[in-house]
């Protein structure tokens, strides 16, 4: 079965700083995402990382995905208060389902 | 293109009752997934329909139903509504097992509160 993990849960940093959220899951996937949850919202999809060594970035994010390690990292740089929500790592099953399986989300609060 | 449209918005339901919540795929998308996010965790896969079959369940009982009609929309029916079926309930549509590079887009989700 497979299971997501994402760390840490709750993270609170200040702006300007640099912190990582990583995300760990536990059997081969092709496909892992990542997305962002305002309160009371729906998804938006931040990254799709479809192979391994895959980095993707936006803005103040980072996306990398390392398929050998079963591990993906969210790296911010220089957060701002905007970037304040949840995030969600996703990774899909295999075969011709393709469902999403989440890890339990990180919940980051950029505080001035 | 249009995106994914989840309809209500909102919803209060009586413990016991039955619900039914409606969401439209995005354009050229053919497969419609559901999820249920319960407050503070991620959201669950509830299943999945493409071309009108069901082709991948979670583990969620029986009365948690859903229909996918020709133009790809989607129902998810609840029954015999419990109090823990409170969530925010999330479609998501994809081309099928989520190919293509962008995977899936979510709607904007259903509230049901069950009291």
């Known amino acids: 079965e497979l299971k997501v993990e994402q760390n840490p849960l709750f993270l609170s940093m200040q702006e300007g700083k640099n912190y990582t959220i990583y995300c760990n899951y536990s059997?081969?996937?092709?496909?892992l995402y990542w997305y962002r949850q305002d309160p009371g919202k729906s998804l938006e999809s931040l990254f799709v990382?479809?192979?391994?060594?895959a980095v993707k970035q936006e803005g103040r994010l980072m996306a990398s995905l390392d398929t050998k390690a079963r591990l993906s990292t969210l790296h911010i740089t220089a957060a701002v208060h905007d970037l304040s929500a949840t995030y969600f790592c996703?990774?899909?099953?295999?075969?011709?389902?393709?469902?999403?399986?989440f890890g339990k989300g990180t919940k980051l609060s950029v505080k001035p | 293109e249009t995106g994914v449209t989840q309809s209500p918005t909102h919803l209060i339901k009586t413990r016991g009752q039955q619900v039914t919540l409606r969401c439209s795929s995005q354009?050229?998308?053919?497969?419609v997934s559901w999820y249920q996010q319960a407050l503070g965790q991620g959201p669950q896969f509830i299943f999945q329909?493409?071309?009108?079959?069901?082709?991948g369940r979670g583990n969620f009982p029986p009365r948690f139903s859903g229909l996918q009609f020709p133009n790809y929309s989607s129902e998810l029916n609840v029954n015999a509504l419990e109090l823990d079926d409170s969530a925010l309930y999330l479609c998501?549509?994809?081309?099928?097992?989520?190919?293509?590079?962008?995977?899936?887009?979510f709607g904007s989700g259903t509230r049901l509160t069950v009291v």
């Open positions: 990382l479809l192979s391994n060594g």
């Open positions: 998501a549509s994809s081309l099928a097992a989520g190919q293509g590079p962008y995977g899936y887009t």
């Open positions: 059997t081969t996937s092709d496909r």
């Open positions: 354009s050229g998308h053919n497969t």
């Open positions: 996703a990774v899909r099953t295999g075969g011709s389902q393709g469902n999403l399986i």
């Open positions: 329909y493409y071309r009108e079959e069901e082709n």
